[in-house]
């Protein structure tokens, strides 16, 4: 029964808990819950505080937040690491945000663009070097339609003023040039970068592009990265049912459409904690409304339609019928195929900030059961919002460290994981199904009426896949 599930689980969470020192524990306890009642007085869970130190967390910095996530994106900017090599390179090609376009030409998002930082710019400053080098990437690349001057943890700890280089520059190069102080120590996860990556495009772009008219059904993404083509899937839907979708923020788009995503009747927002304050900001500021929603999976995105379809008149709901009624067959057949091979299976998930309460209902639709759900820097609201998307006796943990992970997983036996690279072969090792819920595992898209057979596929393939049954961890030889 579930009252059973759950005082199991709460017990689980005492038992993993017990090896650290009484402070930790403490600290640790309040991060991790189990879902008890649909009201869910009981069930807050502390999130957006800082690790404890000497505890593996697999957050990421400020600057990934800013520079993988909310800028790197964006396809006819040329993006500075500011600082030294590592964290360019580290953070180079590896989010799979998809864009189109002449690489070289408008596409800039395959390249790494950095100052190098020496030990004399550290001990001199850096900013001589930075002019330089925003000098020398317009020169090879005079396409370029912005520079973006991402900093790293050294710029911020120097006192190093890219401000007033990017005035400067800007004036120069009659280009936005663009200073994000972005610096790896910011805060406490990457949810800071986005907050930050956020600010600039407030105070550097939106607004001051080339006015347009705003159509009827003009709409905005907000919040989707392109991951393996997400964008792209959900934007067929949005286009199918008579939407005009003309900015997506930032998968595959360009700095226009950053200026201009005020200019449309309806910003809809699927990554709400990356950009929920770009939403708001343009709420206030310019009247833009705002709806969030999701397309994981036939049920979330039938929800979403009639949603967004309703804020429209007429002729868009009509569309949607139809959009919906033109997959139904299509998507019932995919449940066919693999429901059976996938009913009952339980999954535990970990990723960011939006995906273990947005992936939900596409497991669902498949007949799989999430058991466990966590986020590495989710705010409170997020916690709150998850609660409507899970069921009792789910146990949720936030930051959840690389040990507690291991244990809930040891002791839940889900038969399947999904997060991370830095926890795949951990669980594949152990003999465990698993899935890159960040990377998609180089598949995808997931979203949309195109992502759900892939995302069908790939989860029964990680699951059903013969191999499990010829490996053996080797400690359990
Ligand atoms: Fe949003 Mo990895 Fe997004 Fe989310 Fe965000 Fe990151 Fe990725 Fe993950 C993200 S923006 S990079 S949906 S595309 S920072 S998978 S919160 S952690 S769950």
Redesign the pocket.
């Given at each position: 029964s579930v009252l059973e599930t759950t005082d199991f689980r709460k017990q689980v969470v005492e038992e993993v808990l017990e090896l650290y020192p009484e402070k930790a524990k403490k600290n640790r306890r309040k991060h991790i819950t189990v879902k008890e009642n649909n009201e869910c007085s009981s069930c807050a869970v502390k999130s957006n505080a800082k690790t404890v130190p000497g505890l593996m967390t697999a957050r990421g910095c400020a600057y990934a937040?800013a520079k993988?996530?909310v800028w790197g994106p964006v396809k006819d900017v040329t993006h500075i690491s500011h600082g030294p090599v590592g964290c360019g390179f580290y953070s180079w090609a590896n989010?799979r945000n998809l864009a189109e376009g002449e690489i070289g030409v408008d596409n800039f998002v395959p390249f790494l663009f950095t100052t190098d930082f020496q030990e004399s710019d550290i001990i001199y400053g850096g900013d001589k070097k930075l002019e330089k080098v925003i000098e020398e990437v317009v020169e090879l690349f005079p396409n370029t339609k912005g520079v973006s001057v991402l900093s790293e943890c050294p710029v911020g700890l120097i006192g190093d003023d890219i401000e007033s280089v990017a005035r400067r520059m800007t004036e120069k190069l009659k280009l936005p040039v663009i200073p994000v102080r972005c610096e790896g120590f910011r805060g406490i996860s990457?949810s800071l970068g986005?907050h930050i990556a956020n600010d600039a495009i407030r105070d550097h772009l939106i607004g001051k592009g080339p006015k347009r008219d705003v159509g009827p059904y003009d709409v905005g993404i907000i919040?989707d990265?392109n991951?393996g083509g997400d964008a792209w899937a959900s934007k067929k839907i949005l286009e199918e049912m008579g939407l005009n979708v003309v900015n997506i923020w930032t998968g595959d788009s360009t700095v226009e459409m950053l200026q201009n995503g005020h200019l449309v009747k309806l910003n809809l927002i699927h990554?709400y904690?990356?950009m929920n304050y770009m939403a708001r900001h343009m709420e206030e500021t310019y009247g833009t409304p705002w709806l969030e929603f999701n397309f994981f999976g036939p049920t979330k995105i039938r929800e979403s339609v009639l949603k967004i379809a309703a804020m429209f008149d007429d002729v868009i709901m009509e569309k949607a019928h139809a959009v919906l009624e033109k997959y139904e067959a299509e998507m019932q057949k995919v449940i066919e195929i693999y429901r059976p091979r996938l009913e009952g299976k339980k999954v535990m998930l970990y990723?960011?900030?939006?995906?273990?309460r947005h992936v939900v209902g596409a497991y669902e639709d498949l007949g799989m059961e999430v058991i466990g759900t966590g986020y590495?820097f989710a705010h409170g609201e997020d916690y709150d919002k998850t609660m409507a998307n899970i069921k009792d006796g789910t146990l949720i943990y936030d930051d959840v460290t690389a040990y507690e992970l291991e244990e809930f997983v040891n002791k839940l036996k889900p038969d399947l994981v999904g997060s991370?690279i830095k926890e795949k072969y951990v669980f594949e090792k152990m003999g465990l199904p698993f899935r890159q819920?960040?990377s998609w595992d180089y598949s995808g898209p997931y979203h949309g009426y195109q992502g759900f057979p892939i995302f069908a596929r790939d989860m029964d393939m990680a699951i059903n896949s013969p191999t499990w049954k010829s490996i053996k961890a080797p400690w359990a030889k």
């Open positions: 937040g993988g996530v989010r990457q986005h919040g990265y991951i990554c904690r990356s990723v960011g900030g939006l995906r273990p590495e991370g819920m960040h």
